[in-house]
């Protein structure tokens, strides 16, 4: 089955730094990559996805990458805000198999 | 607009009694999950359902069952509940890509 990797378990970067975390997939026939932000005593809420088909998208501060080849996908936030420390989940999900694996989350700390 | 909501938020409940957590969708997906979350595990896949009368086992199944007799709830039953079963339960539903979660149910086995 599908296993994903997510590094790092902790970061913690000053208010208007830019954060990154990596995640790596096993599946190749993975097609869909989504980000989820978990506050704390919060439910899992999607913050962005990326397709198979696509390298790179943007929704304002935040931005996802993929690298097919390598099985690795990145979220990017620049320009970090008190209010983006949280939880951060990657994810994938292959084919035609609905069923999301998930990486075991980043601790973001944005420090004012 | 549509939701997804568990019931209850909280339980406590005693070694060896069968708990049933109960999750209803009202976006008409037919593809519905239940992941528990432990400190150091992330979400992990307990059971899932692509549709009505379908289910099938996911990466933490034992202990565990679900049923699926119509499209919007799917409920978890702990047959015998143990202490390893103390964590935050989370249903989900989703489309082929999106997938939103419920409020998560926290349940403490005692």
């Known amino acids: 089955g599908e296993n994903v990797e997510q590094h790092p378990s902790t970061l913690s970067v000053q208010e208007g730094d830019s954060a990154v975390i990596k995640c790596t997939y096993s599946d190749s026939a993975s097609n869909y990559f989504p980000w989820y932000k978990q506050e704390l005593g919060k439910r899992p809420q999607l913050i962005i996805d990326i397709r198979s088909n696509v390298g790179e998208k943007k929704d304002q501060r935040i931005a996802v990458t993929l690298n097919k080849t390598a099985k690795h996908f990145s979220l990017h936030i620049t320009e970090t805000q008190p209010e983006d420390s949280a939880v951060y989940f990657c994810?994938?999900?292959?084919?035609?198999?609905?069923?999301?694996?998930f990486g075991k989350g980043t601790l973001l700390t944005v420090n004012p | 607009d549509a939701e997804i909501t568990q019931s209850p938020r909280h339980k406590i409940t005693e070694t060896g009694r069968q708990v049933t957590l109960a999750c209803h969708q009202t976006w008409n997906h037919n593809n519905m999950f239940w992941y528990r979350q432990d400190l150091g595990h992330g979400l992990r896949l307990i059971h899932y359902?692509?549709?009505?009368?379908?289910?099938n086992k996911g990466e933490v199944s034992d202990g565990y069952s679900v049923s699926r007799s119509n499209t919007e709830d799917l409920p978890l039953t702990l047959e015998s509940a143990a202490s390893s079963q103390t964590s935050v339960y989370f249903c989900?539903?989703?489309?082929?890509?999106?997938?939103?979660f419920g409020q998560g149910t926290r349940l403490t086995v005692v």
């Open positions: 989900a539903s989703g489309s082929a890509s999106e997938t939103f």
């Open positions: 359902s692509y549709g009505v009368q379908d289910t």
């Open positions: 994810a994938a999900k292959g084919g035609s198999n609905y069923k999301l694996t």
